[in-house]
């Protein structure tokens, strides 16, 4: 691969599938990123099939739509062929199922279908068949928009099959003429988009390609029927079944005969199970992190969430409450992006006695608070008091008036404010305030990860906003694992090199024990050997772990307080009952301060 493409700066690869690699790179200059997919040599041998991804890129470029992603350039040459696209700031729909979210539940998935019902009618229009949908090929973007990839490319790559070129087609999303190689037309993506609304409100593919063979699932495709969603999840309504039994129907005259026409019965499907269940049907209901994070997108999801609540008033009787109404969801875990977290792992329907639970409150279609909470609804402390200070126990949020995040309160688990964090508008800086002590202000440049959004990097700043070191490093990097949990923190010079702090310290790990949801610390010197001793509150300096030298997971006190609206920030003396928490408010370590808005979940 060459480091250079045009006037594009090759930065890292970011996938790899069947066609070949895809890298991110960055214009050398307006600093724009775009995704370049190197074929595969295998498709660029032959003149024909280089003469088809010329013609195939004319045909792309045409191609125009928020919802499928942007064909910008197509190079060729001694090297190979190299289509250059629209950078995807997000996760393939196949990770989000996969890894982060699980099935997506009916009221969440409709604004997903229906933008990616609006990817495929435009295209359609334009006479382009995509011929291989699958999870894979559509990515759901940190903005909350879907992006359709790849249209024009596996019919190239059908044609390079005729020619001996292997490894083409996804055979779980193949409609019955598809497995048959016979002519097709947008019937047969149709065909496919409800192989893929099965996969999105289940959860997995209805065919187990670990126990079949392409051949038997082939077979199964062209004789039996799909599943019952409601044999994997019971929720699953009778109208989005029949919805997708009649996309995926053996006969292509019994489909849809186009992606508007599926599209209107899913507005109607959704308007019915809206009006029957009371689950307001906006966009706002699943596109949070757009909301959240960006004015324009928010406006809208507003504006569709009001025009959304008028029409189940006129049908149905349900009110305006829905939408502006409080609700609360529990989960086992949760992510950050961008600074807001978001439910991860297990929905949790009621916390059971000796558990616990991250409980979500939203009002409006905002998250406005995340509590650790018991049984009971209490506020409770997590077991080891360091990464307490890592992952808040309770946290308010608040938006301006563009809806977008402002800054956060962060409380211990008794309601006393530990901790204000502002943010810019480009969440570019970040000024964290310590509410105990003597209050000292920290600000800091954030980096965040381009693909996951999550906190990848911070450095310390002065009052000119220069990088400053603080107790000998200038910096913090956070490594995460395959469930996007804080793994370590790694403090940096200023030349981005791992680097130890006046105390001695250069790692801050973490652990996460089997079958439990407490987590434990250790701190390491530049050698990865443990760094012992007990907590020295009078020289632990800002921004050190050394503080917290040494110390181990002790019995844990939870505090009883039950989850109101609004906890008390009104400042306090700190008389809890775990020792490195004491010493919080004078040391005001700045990983501590940091990590509360990292990324450090999943």
Sequence with gaps: MPTEILNYVIVRKIGEGGMGQVFLARNKSIHQFVAIK??????????????????????LSSLDHPNIVKFLNYVENDQGIFLIMEYVDGITLEDFINKKNGLIVESRAYPMMTQILDAFAYAHGRGMVHRDIKPGNIFVGKDGNIKVLDFGIARIMSEAETEGVKGVGTVEYMSPEQTLDRPLDIRSDIYSLGVLFYQMLTGRSPYDKTSHTPLEIKKYILEKPLGRMKAVYPYISDEIQALVDRATSKNPDARFHDCREMKSELLRVRQLTATRTGVLPSDETYIGT?????????????????????????????????????????????????????????????????????????????????????AKGNVVNMADSLYALYRPVDTEFHYDSERRLDYKNIYDAEGKLLYKVDYDQDFAKARVESMQGDSTVIDLKLVFDDPSGKLSSVYYLDVSGKKTARNGVYGESYSYDRLGRLTRVTYLNADNVPEVDERGVEIIGFDYPAGSRHVRSSLYDAAGKPVEGKPDVKTAPTGSAAGYRGKKAETHHYMDKKLSPNPSSKKTKDTGPIESKKSFGKNKSIYDMEKIKSGDSY
């Design 38 to 59: 190197m074929l595969h040599p295998r498709f660029c041998a032959s003149p024909a099939l280089r003469d088809r991804f010329r013609q195939e890129a004319i045909l």
């Design 290 to 374: 757009a909301s959240q994070t960006g004015g324009k997108k928010s406006r809208k999801g507003v504006m569709i969430a009001i025009v959304s609540t008028i029409t189940v008033l006129v049908a149905g009787g349900a009110g305006y409450w829905l939408y502006t109404r409080d609700y609360v969801r529990n989960y086992t875990d949760y992510t950050e992006i961008r600074a807001i977290p978001e439910g991860a792992g297990t929905s949790v329907s009621s916390i059971v006695d000796g558990d616990t639970a991250y409980r979500f409150t939203y009002s409006g279609g905002k998250l406005m608070r995340m509590s650790l909470v018991d």
